[in-house]
């Protein structure tokens, strides 16, 4: 059991499958797992676009989408948000799981023969990918990477002040802990996550 993931990750829904067949499901909220990457391997564009087109469909977006595991049982780990600002529960999970296990089972070449998809909320140290995450976390505190802070680390914690600009010429404006703000292009950062503190 691990507790960090139950705090980062709460709510999941896990479907086994094999291409054309569901091997069966289960759900459980909240989420006292930790999943042990045996490999990961990047995911092909046609991969991601066909899991943001389903999730496109249903109103949700996607946040994050990875593979990993062993070769012959292949984990597709995807991370999904809802629009309308309300947490991720575990229905929601369960149906955008339904939704992308569908089409896999209608798109020859996406994945082959068994795998496990596991669909879940993003957490609360949610990572922070597309200008419109940016956009909806003004005012959050946020733990960012970027050549920009290779002096300290590379990592930075930050609040996000505000964005400009769109596509590739995109800005964020971001305070550091001392108070001195930075901006950088939204292309530069290499990753970013928003940071949580516990009251102790």
Same mark, same amino acid.
């Given at each position: 059991?691990?507790?960090?993931?139950?705090?980062?990750?709460?709510?999941?829904? +896990? /479907?086994?499958?094999?291409?054309?067949? #569901?091997?069966?499901?289960?759900? #459980?909220?909240?989420?006292?797992?930790?999943?042990?990457?045996?490999? /990961?391997?990047?995911?092909?564009?046609?991969?991601?676009?066909?899991?943001?087109?389903?999730?496109?469909?249903?109103?949700?977006?996607?946040?994050?989408?990875?593979?990993? @595991?062993? &070769?012959?049982?292949?984990?597709?780990?995807? /991370?999904?948000?809802? &629009? !309308? @600002?309300?947490?991720?529960?575990?229905?929601?999970?369960?149906?955008?799981?339904?939704?992308?296990?569908?089409?896999? !089972?209608?798109?020859?070449?996406?994945?082959?023969? +068994?795998?496990?998809?596991?669909? #879940?909320?993003?957490?609360?140290?949610?990572?922070?990918?597309?200008?419109?995450?940016?956009?909806?976390?003004?005012?959050?505190?946020?733990?960012?990477?970027?050549? +920009?802070?290779?002096?300290? @680390?590379?990592?930075?914690?930050?609040?996000?002040?505000?964005?400009? @600009? !769109?596509?590739?010429?995109?800005?964020?404006?971001? +305070?550091?802990?001392?108070?001195?703000?930075?901006?950088?292009?939204?292309?530069?950062?290499?990753?970013?996550?928003?940071?949580?503190?516990?009251?102790?």
């Amino acid at each position: 059991m691990c507790l960090d993931a139950a705090l980062t990750e709460p709510y999941h829904w +896990r /479907r086994s499958a094999v291409l054309g067949t #569901s091997a069966g499901c289960g759900g #459980s909220c909240p989420t006292f797992f930790c999943l042990r990457w045996s490999r /990961r391997i990047n995911v092909s564009s046609s991969l991601q676009a066909v899991v943001q087109k389903e999730l496109d469909a249903i109103g949700y977006d996607l946040v994050d989408v990875r593979i990993g @595991g062993p &070769r012959s049982r292949p984990v597709v780990d995807v /991370r999904i948000d809802r &629009r !309308d @600002g309300e947490k991720v529960q575990v229905g929601d999970c369960e149906r955008a799981s339904r939704a992308i296990e569908a089409r896999f !089972d209608t798109e020859p070449g996406l994945i082959d023969g +068994r795998y496990v998809l596991e669909v #879940s909320s993003p957490g609360l140290e949610r990572p922070l990918k597309a200008l419109k995450d940016w956009q909806r976390f003004v005012g959050r505190r946020a733990t960012v990477k970027s050549a +920009r802070f290779a002096a300290v @680390g590379g990592h930075v914690e930050v609040e996000i002040v505000g964005v400009a @600009g !769109d596509g590739d010429t995109a800005t964020v404006t971001l +305070r550091d802990l001392k108070g001195t703000e930075h901006e950088l292009a939204v292309a530069d950062i290499e990753q970013a996550r928003l940071a949580v503190h516990w009251n102790t």
